[in-house]
């Protein structure tokens, strides 16, 4: 048990200022005070023991803000007898705790007011007024001030930090029994990190007296929870040991709202730095302007040189603008209206930008003008956005009356087309015709493309398709079929419908790469900031940011809320993407995509994010949302009649170029600087026939004048030396100017003077070839007839020989003469089979359709002893009908066929499969053997004439038939040649040609 004189020094050494007071209603007489009271109110025990609190301090009665004086706290104790606290921000500021005697009254009430220095504790007690008993004395008084004292309280010696006594809220603070406290060191209680600073606080405390504030550190709870104390102490003697006893005040609410303040300033910044907005503020009295940093950024200024005052600020507008912000200016400062103007800057570096100010007029209660204020944002991006539209809308409309494309529009509403006068011009059509005939598009597409053309748009305009584009074949006005490469975009509403088809068609061969011009949202005041903790998986929103997603003042979001809200599709994956790479890496994000509020709205947001990593460990991630759903939609209508217009522009396969009335370049696209060999930035902004001089052009100089003078479209061909190419030009001159489309028909003109050449080349060709057929026909009538005479008269006279001395030849002789004879017959057959030769490619008979299964059946016949004698099976079926020449394909198939069962080795049985594969532009007929087959190094030589590869004793022949059916197929148009079979022997491939052109 501690002893009375022990408890007093207690309550004299607490560093909380403490007065112990009684009920006495008005009076609360004071009867008790201990040394940090006196010292904190600077006044001596005489002039405030016996004496009422107010009659001391009567500035504490008339506090105007009741709730948290001294005199309300008092009150509420008394008439309920309950704990009383008061919590402003989240932070505690006083606490009120009754304490009961044994007979359940009101024993004593402890007052506490917490703040960043000190908390006050008053004690009231009914028994002494009446029983006027001395409380110094009180041995319960005291143990009950310590044990029951609203804030946790510790007593420890400082030479080893030994814990000699606890009260009861520290028992409960930090969730160790009071057994275990007694046995445990202050330094038990400390996070790791701050044992050195907690060390450094107790330096040198020998030579300190009184009051000591060692700060704020992390205390750990028995399980493990981190608290924020702030440790305020006195020396005192205890049980003959030099102690300190501190008093622990648990300031973690504080601490997070101070870190929270802190990081909220730092995301107000940055989100305006994002929003490029700064804030502005005039005071009306004293004409003094105030500007946030990210003013002096968006003008480009030096916050140390320039003075902040309006005259200043005018100096920084665009000339002409100067005016009309003027009088808009004057009229929202008088009231008349509110201040809402788009204008130009001009920055230190002369560069210009757009920028849109906005202001109010601020008036007090009595209705006079005390502030004009507002805000000014950097719209450059936006303003030269729609700036080009305009340009872009002039554009368009020399495009859909001077390209070469043929450019059409097609309403699906209500079904209504538009064709642009590129029809006439490439097709032949008069536009009357065309737009007489509502069916004209469907009508004039290839019969074998129509299905692919029609079912491919429909299924892009069914589809989420944003264009489309097809190869097929279109009839002009002469009947003749043209390929066309047609590209569209598909224009839908916003339920994603599809509305309307804008496209250009062209010629196959002048291809552009469509170019799409895009561009961000115009950037909005309205910024709201949000973080997540990551360990704790906690979710703060900031007010701007619960009014964007529509939710009430007091919603608390989850970790679900944050990106569970995204639109299916591209917006939620867009943010899971990024948040993970953020999370990984701790790069940044800047997104525009679309929510549901919790009101189920759809909407644009920008949301920026960053994340925090500590060790390669995420921690933090924050960010900002911003509402720009209704810049986002203005953008998106403007981005569609823009990329509407422009897509058909960057469409056309035509260089592009337009001048004003001096000659002045205004334009140059990308396929003009491709043909001319001129990029944009040299001729931009130049006079034209300073970069192209008239001598080297006169005659593209004559027409564009001529145009200029007339007033009226040109159409010419002209020769550009220096580049050596030809190009076909259309100039259409207007009030402002000319646009000058042309193309490069460098590679037609080429085309017709190479096929005039060749034209020639093919007529002495044709001479040629007739004198060399004439000599080859005498050649092969001196091969048939004088060539062959020697031999039949050789073997005449040998037989003749053999008859008549044949009684006398002995074997050796008659073995010479069938020598001789044999030779003459192989020799004959040679010479047979070179006339053959030389007159394949001269087909005789028709073209006709043949019947291959007919032709096998006829070649069967041909061999019929040798199948039967080798009892060889042949396979064919279902072979096709060819357009060819009959007697060619039976000798190719009698030739083979005959080698299938001639190279076999001895006592085999052939067999031979003749099959049949269609292809697009041929038929392919296979001819497998099982014979002995043929090395893949003798593949090519078995062609060439004379090649054999076996002694005629093995298998009998000249060498010359397969060169015969080379020979054959070739001059059908078709290919041979040999693959192995997968078992055993050949197979021999050839084509037949479906366009046989002879």
Known sequence: ???????????????????????????????????????????????????????IFPGLETISNPGISLKSSLQKVIETGLPYKLVIENVEITQTIPFFSDDGEIEYIVHSYLNDTASKIFCIDKKCLEEKKDIKTSEDKYKKLFWLSPVPKLVYRLADFQIFEVNEIAIQKYGYSKEEFLKMKLSDLWAVADIPKIYQSHHDLEIKNGFINFGVFTHLKKDGAAIQIEMLGNRLSYLGNNCMMVDCIDVTAREIALKQLEDNQQKLLASQHIAKIGYWKLDIQSNQLFWSEEIYKILGLDKEKFKVDYDSFFNTIYPEDKEAFSRKRNLAIKGAMVLDYEFRVVKADGTI????????????????????????????????????????????????????????????????????EGFERTFGFNLSFIRADPEFWSNHIHPDDFDAVVNGIQKSILEDSSNWSFEYRFQNADGNYLYVMDRCIIIRNNNGKAV????????????????????????????????????????????????????????????QDGMGHFKEGLSRETINARVKEAMRFGTSWQEDLQIYTHKGNLKWIRTTGKAELKDGKCMKIYGSFQDIDASKKAELEILKLYEEKNTILESIGDGFFTVDKNWIVTYWNNEAEKMLGTPKGKVLGKNLWQVFSPELNPHSYKKYQEAVEIQQRIFFEDYYPILDRWFEISAYPSKNGLSVYFKDITDRIMAQMELNEMNLHLQKAAQDLAVSNAELEQFAYIASHDLQEPLRMVTSFLAQIEKRYKDILDEKGKQYIHFAVDGAKRMRQIILDLLEFSRVGRFEGKLEYVDLNEVMQEVVSVYKNQIEETSAIIHFENLPVVKSFKSPLRQVLQNLIGNALKYQDPGAKPVIDVEAMELPEHWKLLVKDNGIGIEPDYYDRIFNIFQRLHNREEFSGTGIGLAIVKKIVEAMGGKIWIEPHQKKGSIFIFTISKQIDL
């Open 1 to 55: 048990m501690i002893e009375p004189h022990s408890l007093l020094k207690i309550f004299k050494a607490s560093p909380l200022p403490t007065i112990i007071l009684l009920p006495d209603v008005p009076e609360f007489t004071v009867v008790e005070v201990n040394d940090s009271f006196l010292k904190e109110t600077k006044k001596l025990p005489g002039e405030i023991i016996g004496q009422g609190i107010f009659k």
């Open 353 to 420: 930008k757009w920028v849109h100010e906005k202001g109010k007029l601020v008036k007090n209660q009595a209705g006079q003008p005390v502030t004009f204020e507002g805000t000014i944002q950097d719209i450059t991006e936006s303003k030269l956005l729609k700036l080009s539209l305009q340009e872009s809308n002039q554009r368009y409309d020399y495009v859909t009356k001077a390209t070469f494309d043929a450019i059409w529009d097609w309403d699906l509403v209500t079904n209504k087309k538009y064709w642009g």
């Open 500 to 559: 309307r088809l804008v496209g250009a068609m062209q010629d196959i061969s002048e291809k552009k790469t469509l170019q799409q011009l895009l561009d961000k949202a115009n950037r909005l005041a309205k910024i709201g900031s949000w973080e997540i903790d990551v360990p704790s998986s906690t979710v703060y929103w900031s007010d701007i940011t619960k009014e964007i997603r529509e939710t009430g003042p007091d919603y608390e979001p989850t970790l």
